[in-house]
């Protein structure tokens, strides 16, 4: 009979315990954005962009010759609808970006950084190696020097200087540092990645008074690394700041319609970024 009574004490303790704490986790559920893991993520928004000097190396059947220390742009379009216009989205410079939580800290993610790249025109460089009929498009200045004459070169990725990459990347919630009180109404992290990719521009050129060409082309390669703040509201929505930099190599820059024709250049970028996107539980 002891046993018995013993026996009947222990399982209604149990099942008093595991009441209290189902209880107690409907009254004290964690937060929605206590946790990332399995999470997926979805940005799009604008870039400005700067771009350190660059050689540029041209070739083709009767030409080789490199430019020195060739100065370039963005070509922003401010705040414009086409950011939102379906059939205009392509046209400003822009970011889109799709990620995963691979654990409640890091995400993995593919994106496309729509870059423009725009060589500035009459300016006077330095230059070596030959081509045809030098003089014949106003470029010729003393000191071994051209004018960037637009007869002479014009030299953009403006359909764009497209980035396309995967990040590995690390977020931390600053709310406690800050104490924010409710996480689900208003949550602020920081994010630190690095990422890796391929360059696929629309390189718009005209090359010695050649047939201006523009086409897509696999031109190179380029890594990056990233660090920003991502402002979420009521759980889902989100706007994210990053400052982006990173190294880029194409050395296949299609220039005119004749394959032998080529270009390329290597230079480093600096990004800022401002996007607005949506993250949600898989």
């Given amino acids: 009979m002891k ?72 070509k922003p379009k401010g705040w414009h609808i086409d950011y939102i216009n379906p059939g205009r989205m392509t046209i400003p410079q822009t970011n889109f970006r799709i990620g995963y939580f691979i654990t409640d800290h890091y995400n993995i993610s593919l994106g496309v950084d729509h870059m423009k790249y725009v060589m500035e025109q009459n300016r006077a460089v330095n230059y070596s190696g030959y081509y045809p009929n030098p003089g014949n498009y106003g470029e010729i200045l003393p000191n071994n020097q051209v004018l960037l004459t637009e007869d002479f070169l014009t030299f953009e990725h403006t359909d764009g200087l497209n980035y396309v990459n995967t990040e590995f990347s690390r977020v931390d919630d600053l709310s406690g540092l800050l104490k924010l009180p409710n996480t689900d109404k208003f949550q602020l992290n920081i994010t630190e990645g690095v990422g890796i990719g391929v360059l696929y521009p629309k390189t718009n050129a005209k090359v010695l008074g050649n047939e201006r060409h523009d086409d897509f082309h696999i031109s ?11 402002f979420t509201f009521f759980k889902h929505f989100f706007i994210q700041t990053e400052l982006k930099g990173g190294y880029i190599n194409m050395n296949d820059i299609r220039t005119t319609k004749d394959s032998a024709d080529s270009a390329s250049q290597e230079f480093f970028f600096l990004q800022r970024i401002i996007a607005v996107g949506g993250i949600f539980q898989l």
Avoid at 40 to 61: C, E, L, P, Q, V
Wanted: glycine fraction near 10%.
């Fill in 3 to 74: 046993k018995l009574i013993l026996f009947v004490v222990l399982v209604t303790f149990c099942v008093g315990q595991k009441s209290y704490c189902q209880d107690s986790k409907t009254t004290n559920p964690d937060k929605y954005t206590k946790h990332n893991k399995g999470k997926m993520y979805i940005y799009w928004g604008g870039n400005r962009d700067n771009y350190t000097k660059s050689n540029i190396h041209f070739k083709g059947a009767d030409y080789d010759f490199t430019l020195y220390d060739v100065v370039a742009e963005d």
């Fill in 220 to 230: 190179g390669y380029g890594v990056s690394a990233k660090v920003g703040l991502n």
